[in-house]
């Protein structure tokens, strides 16, 4: 897998995910703040929060696209310098309004992020490597998440929230200079397409993205992620707050302690495409996608059930620990949704499908936080959020079992006028 040309592509992408988690994160542990400079209601925090999602959701799939059809390099370069201006940007935010432009301007930035990963991996492994590659990759989220607590909130109690937004702008202009620099778009030799893919189509024709669109499989992969995120904003834009209003930590401390979930996040991540490339050896007759669902069902039901007890303990150690707990095992999945989509879609599809699905599951990014702040604000406390994240994790996860199944495409189901050669 390290191979001389793998390795500096392996590295920049694990730092862009490492960046791309250091700046979401930083308005969430800012929050504080940065509610009490701008005057901002719970309510009109979370929509700020749920206002990043907004932009970020369309260039998911946009930024797929652009992928397939200007190559993975360029659209995250772009997609980087685009983000990190309007990271930086957040400093110069003067009331709600301006705050939420610049965050859905922000979120437009990022959406390239994951699907331009999952381009990049299918172009540099082969099938037996992709999850353990998507996982590797992509588990420098948690790991930004983990460090901008201590970044973020040391340098806003020393000297201003302001500050840490321009730091992070700068930290994402240099990574993409070296990206733009030392990353090729593709290796020399070709990988081939995954096993679980099966097809009669002719090798010159191609299948229309609109066909996979359809799937029951793509469909039901994106609610599944879906869960996974609305778990995952909760925890990233709502648990800094819930520290400090619910559990009465200073900033400082919740500043600490939120560093443990994003660790465990860390090790599950990393851990979970080699968990599931390393079960689907051992039941290679079952077939790669089943290897994947054992994984993601298994580990997206724990994750709801942690996250739902989250809400009714009563001491702060315990909530931290289900919480940690929860996040675990919600990144131990974290890898098999984009690796379901390397193995039921042919290559030239794979960046337009993995961003439709990405920008389906991140509407729970809109939905989310803007719900738990109406909650927050009706009930006065955070026990409802945490039930209704678990209560949904557990209704998906069921789903896929149902309906995820490998795709089977036939010659007569493609449109022959949408067909070209490749």
């Known amino acids: 897998m390290f191979t001389k040309e793998r390795l500096p592509v392996i590295l920049l992408l694990f730092l862009a995910g490492v960046i791309n988690y250091l700046d979401r994160s930083a308005l969430s542990i800012a929050a504080p703040f940065i509610q009490d400079d701008l005057t901002l209601s719970a309510t009109q925090m979370g929509l700020i ?9 369309i260039f998911n799939f946009l930024g797929g696209m652009a992928s397939d059809r200007y ?19 957040v400093a110069l935010a003067f009331g709600f309004v301006s705050l939420m432009i610049i965050r859905i301007l922000f979120g437009m930035g990022e959406g390239p992020l994951s699907a331009t990963i999952n381009k990049m991996v299918n172009n540099w492994f082969p099938p037996t490597q992709r999850a353990s590659a998507i996982g590797l990759t992509n588990s420098g989220t948690p790991l930004g998440g983990a460090i901008s607590g201590p970044i973020v909130g040391m340098i806003a109690v020393a000297f201003s929230w302001k500050v840490s937004f321009v730091l992070i702008m700068i930290i994402g202009l240099v990574w ?23 097809t009669e189509v002719a090798p010159k024709e191609k299948i229309p993205l609109t066909f996979y669109l359809k799937q029951k499989t793509v469909l039901f992969t994106a609610f599944a992620f879906f869960a996974y995120n609305y778990i995952l904003f909760f925890f990233l834009t709502w648990f ?51 290897s994947r669902k054992v ?33 675990f095992f919600l990144y131990l999945t974290g890898a098999i949704y984009w690796a379901i989509v390397q193995d039921v879609v042919d290559q030239q599809n794979v960046g337009s499908v993995g961003g439709f699905m990405h920008f389906l599951a991140n509407t729970a990014g809109i939905i989310g936080p803007a719900l738990t702040g109406f909650i927050v604000d009706k009930t006065g406390t955070f026990s409802g959020a945490f039930l209704l994240a678990g209560g949904l994790a557990i209704f998906a996860s069921l789903a896929v079992i149902r309906f995820v199944r490998p795709i ?14 490749y």
Do not use: H
């Open 71 to 89: 190559g993975a390099k360029m659209t995250l370069f772009v997609a980087m310098i685009v983000w990190s201006l309007f990271s930086g940007a």
């Open 408 to 421: 089977i495409v036939k010659k007569s189901e493609v449109n022959v006028q949408d067909t070209v050669t």
């Open 49 to 57: 929060f749920s206002s990043f999602s907004v932009g970020y959701a």
């Open 176 to 198: 993409a200079i070296c990206w733009f620099k030392f990353v090729k778009d593709k290796p020399a030799k070709r990988m081939g397409d995954a096993p679980a893919m099966k």
């Open 295 to 327: 994984v993601l069902v298994s580990c997206l039901f724990a994750s709801a059930v942690c996250i739902g007890f989250a809400g009714l303990v009563t001491t702060t150690v315990s909530a931290v620990t289900l919480v940690a707990l929860s996040v």
């Open 240 to 290: 800094p707050s819930y520290l400090v209003e619910e559990r009465g930590l200073s900033v400082k401390s919740m500043s600490v302690i939120t560093v443990i979930p994003w660790i465990l996040g860390f090790i599950g991540l990393a851990a979970g495409g080699f968990v599931s490339d390393y079960v689907f050896k051992k039941v290679a007759r079952k077939g790669v996608l089943f």
